[in-house]
C-alpha cells in the first residue's frame, strides 16, 4: 500500500526558506511522478512542482520557477523553497501517480492517485 508522509513544514518569515520532505513507501517508485501541490485556505489545490522518478525530469509553477527545487533521493522527495512570500501560506500536499506517457509532468490534482496528509507552510509578513 502506497504511504506518503509530508514533514518540514512551518513558520518563516518572509524571503525566508524551507525544505519540505516526503517520504515515500509500499512499493519502487521508479516508474512514478512525484508532485508537490498546495492549498490555501478556501482555494483550489494548486500545482506546485513535480518530477518523473527514473529520469528525474522536473516541471514547476510558472510562480515559484527560480526560487522552489523539487528532487528525490532513494525514498524520499524534496521540495526546497527559497525567498517564500506570505501569499505562499498554505498546506503542501505530496502526491504520486504512476508515470503517464503523454502527460509525465501532469499538473492536476486530478491527475494523481495517492496523497499525503500534508504538511502547514506559513510565512509571516
Known amino acids: 500500500q502506497v504511504q506518503l508522509v509530508e514533514s518540514g513544514g512551518g513558520l518563516v518569515q518572509k524571503g525566508g526558506s524551507l525544505r519540505l520532505s516526503c517520504a515515500a513507501s509500499?512499493?519502487?517508485?521508479?516508474?512514478?511522478?512525484m508532485a508537490w501541490f498546495r492549498q490555501a485556505a478556501g482555494k483550489e489545490r494548486d500545482f506546485v512542482a513535480a518530477?518523473?522518478?527514473?529520469?528525474?525530469s522536473t516541471g514547476y509553477a510558472s510562480s515559484v520557477r527560480d526560487r522552489f527545487t523539487i528532487s528525490r533521493d532513494r525514498n524520499t522527495v524534496y521540495l526546497h523553497m527559497n525567498n517564500l512570500k506570505p501569499r505562499e501560506r498554505a498546506v503542501y500536499y505530496c502526491?504520486?501517480?504512476?508515470?503517464?506517457?503523454?502527460?509525465?509532468?501532469?499538473?492536476?490534482?486530478?491527475?494523481?492517485?495517492?496523497w499525503g496528509q500534508g504538511t502547514e507552510v506559513t510565512v509571516s509578513a
Open positions: 502526491a504520486a501517480v504512476p508515470l503517464r506517457p503523454g502527460r509525465p509532468l501532469a499538473r492536476h490534482w486530478n491527475a494523481y492517485a495517492y
Open positions: 509500499g512499493r519502487t517508485f521508479s516508474g512514478y511522478t
Open positions: 518530477i518523473t522518478w527514473t529520469f528525474g
